[in-house]
């Protein structure tokens, strides 16, 4: 089974841009889709971004679109998501996934989260 570590949550400003990581080991992560989802606590967690096994198809969520970037690195089992003109609504834990079988974005889309290896979180706070 796949773990999956993330990193570089902080506390930023609006307007700032922040990249986070997520690290891979055992399994075969470098096959299969993988994505980001965020979640405020008291609400339900929600699709951020996905990238395809091979990283030359991304899908995001409308609240995210044209801000933010994901992308993966299949040699170093990285994944990392790029977040550009933040703003206190993206204040959230950070999650990296990834599908346990399939290799579409829009399999992790629809992925239900049973089907999926979740990392531990990052929180990102984002200060008006």
């Known amino acids: 089974q796949v773990q999956l570590v993330e990193s570089g949550g902080a506390l930023v400003q609006t307007g700032d841009s922040l990249t986070l990581s997520c690290a891979a080991s055992g399994g075969s992560f470098s096959n299969y889709a993988m994505g980001w989802f965020r979640q405020v606590p008291g609400k339900e967690r929600e699709f951020v971004a996905a990238i395809n096994w091979s990283g030359h198809a991304t899908y995001y969520a409308d609240s995210v679109k044209g801000r933010f970037t994901v992308s993966r690195d299949r040699t170093k089992h990285t994944a990392s998501l790029t977040m550009n003109s933040l703003n206190p609504e993206d204040t959230a834990i950070y999650y990296c996934?990834?599908?346990?079988?399939?290799?579409?974005?829009?399999?992790?889309?629809?992925?239900?989260?049973?089907?999926?290896?979740w990392g531990q979180g990052t929180q990102v706070i984002v200060s008006s």
């Open positions: 996934a990834a599908s346990r079988t399939g290799t579409s974005t829009t399999d992790m889309v629809q992925a239900p989260p049973d089907n999926l290896n």
